[in-house]
């Protein structure tokens, strides 16, 4: 069975291009990916490497947030192993979370906003077509954007666990969050967005609307540099499930309200 | 079976005041309806109850039997629709728009492709097909809304407002097609519009309607009839001549006949009675004409 009709792969193809034709949207995919994975990595490593750990501010609390199978690791091991483990997840999950609400910003506000929703639920398409065509459209740009991503930050971290002589970076926490709480906050990201485009009237406003579910995800991360908590592998499977689920919910709840009658309000 | 169908149809936006009112018509198969009345009488409404964008607060509607609500895919691949809001993608080229929906309703790339050349052709879009539709002017995006809606040759063409904003031979270019179609094809076309001399050309039947409510419909003739509107008798005659019984406006004497038959034996009466008659015509009521009194008539039947 194809996953997608003729016709649904058609708005997907035409959904890509429009993303990729929307500059912010387009800007958000690249830049945002490069900064988080790239970037700001290579500046933690180079500045662990040449800033004398006697000259930089806070490096035994940070010390002590090390985890006991962690805790032989030298300052500099230390702190690339705590960038690696505490700092890169929060950064690696806006990602998925960035690039799917603003690609659904686009699909989906976007097409409201320039006037062709109609022109598209005039189609023969039904309306349930066209919304999988279209969440599916933005979960596989966020999916790809994030994998690329990924990839990329595995060959910047395996540099630096080589130059420091630290073992490979990949844990339990990080195959959870790459293999299950990645997909889910893509999920997120994109219904969230459908939710939000039956009342935002232009793309600029989803986009700000989006900024809400930055939050929980850097409250989570900051948790654990006051020690609140600590994140292992458990609590983010756990996280992962009811994310999940929630989005499982969402999608239903989301379908029913992607209306001809709301989308043209 | 009805092309269109519609029994007390209303909608409500807000539940207080009905932006259609208790709708009912039956459109036969292959006539050229026009849906007249000013702006915000309803008629986008309609169109849109029809092709199930929107459901209806009470009564119902059927096109070829079907049921929007229930069935608006089916509804939408017997049906093209043309609406001034309903707009295509600016970063697409003209061909490559036409090239999706024609895959969105089903055809095949081969199939596409010479449908979409075949309409840009024959809308002047020809030279025009690998720019973008940004670039398009208002004319020439508006043809190419027209081309999307005929795509798939569809049944019956929902038309609203295909016109506005199109210089006049654009408008003429649009309006020929529209015949052609009509008389070639069989196609129901059900054009909403308030360009009353276009109508006149194009359609075999009418509907008036003023804020959300039906107030008459037929062909010219029997909407000519209902109002009373009669078609009258003008003379030019000699300067300084004149026709007892006879009204006169701007240089010519005229009188309301009862039937168009009565016009010969006037006009020899006229010139048995020895005035020199240098000019006489049968003025038929236009659409215009008879809309207007319609209007009237409303507005002072309230």
């Known amino acids: 069975m194809k996953l997608l009709s003729s016709a649904e792969q058609a708005v997907v193809n035409k959904d890509f291009g429009e993303i990729w034709n929307t500059r912010m949207a387009r800007n958000t995919i690249i830049i945002v990916p490069l900064i988080m994975v790239l970037f700001l990595p290579v500046m933690y490593l180079l500045m662990i490497f040449f800033i004398p750990a006697n000259q930089m501010n806070g490096v035994d609390q940070m010390m002590q947030m090390l985890p006991r199978e962690a805790a032989y690791f030298s300052v500099k091991q230390g702190m690339f192993y705590i960038m690696t483990n505490v700092v890169c997840p929060m950064f690696f999950l806006m990602i998925p979370l960035m690039v799917s609400s603003v690609s659904a910003a686009s699909s989906f506000v976007g097409e409201k906003e320039r006037g062709t929703i109609q022109t598209l639920l005039l189609t023969p398409l039904s309306i349930k077509s066209i919304f999988k065509a279209k969440v599916l459209s933005c979960v596989f740009l966020s999916a790809v954007a994030t994998g690329i991503s990924f990839l990329v930050f595995a060959c910047v971290i395996s540099v630096g666990d080589l130059l420091l002589g630290m073992p490979f970076f990949l844990n339990w926490n990080w195959l959870v969050l790459v293999l299950l709480l990645a997909p889910g906050i893509t999920v997120f990201g994109v219904i969230f967005m459908v939710l939000v485009s039956g009342k935002s009237k232009s793309y600029m406003e989803s986009i700000q609307t989006s900024g809400y579910i930055v939050l929980p995800l850097v409250l989570l991360f900051v948790g654990q540099f006051t020690g609140l908590f600590q994140l292992n592998a458990l609590i983010l499977l756990v996280i992962a499930a009811v994310l999940l689920v929630v989005d499982f919910l969402l999608w239903f709840v989301s379908a029913r309200s992607f209306t001809p009658e709301k989308l043209l309000k | ?302």
Not at chain 2, 160 to 189: F, R
Request: proline content about 3%; charged content about 25%.
């Open chain 2, 1 to 302: 079976m009805y092309a269109v169908s519609a029994k007390s149809l209303t909608k409500s936006y807000d539940g207080k005041t009905n932006a259609l009112n208790d709708l009912s018509l039956e459109i036969p198969q292959g006539s050229v309806y026009g849906f007249l009345g000013p702006n915000g009488a309803g008629k986008t409404t309609s169109v849109k109850l029809f092709t199930g964008l929107l459901k209806p607060t009470q009564g119902e509607c059927t096109v070829l039997d079907l049921n929007p609500v229930k069935d608006p895919s089916e509804v939408h691949r017997l049906c093209g629709v043309m609406t001034e809001t309903a707009r295509m993608y600016g970063q697409l080229t003209g061909t490559q728009n036409l090239l999706f929906f024609a895959q969105t309703a089903g055809l095949s790339r081969e199939e596409g492709n010479e449908r979409a050349s075949e309409l840009l052709k024959k809308l002047d879009l020809w030279d025009a097909r690998d720019k973008k539709l940004r670039e398009y002017s208002t004319g020439m995006a508006q043809r190419l809304s027209l081309a999307r809606a005929l795509i798939n040759r569809p049944q019956i063409l929902f038309l609203d407002e295909p016109t506005s904003g199109l210089d006049p031979e654009s408008a003429q270019s649009v309006n020929s097609m529209i015949t052609d179609l009509a008389n070639s094809t069989g196609t129901t076309v059900f054009l909403c519009t308030h360009q009353l001399r276009y109508a006149q050309d194009l359609c075999d039947s009418y509907g008036i309607i003023d804020k959300g409510k039906l107030i008459a419909g037929g062909s010219l003739e029997n909407l000519c009839s209902n109002i009373g509107s009669r078609a009258k008798a003008a003379f030019r005659l000699q300067e300084g001549d004149s026709l007892d019984g006879f009204d006169y406006d701007s240089g010519w004497w005229q009188t309301e006949l009862e039937q168009e038959g009565q016009m010969p034996k006037l006009l020899k009466n006229i010139v048995e009675s020895g005035h020199d008659v240098y000019e006489a015509r049968l003025v038929k009521p236009t659409l215009e004409d008879v809309y207007f009194e319609y209007l009237k008539h409303q507005e002072e039947t309230k």
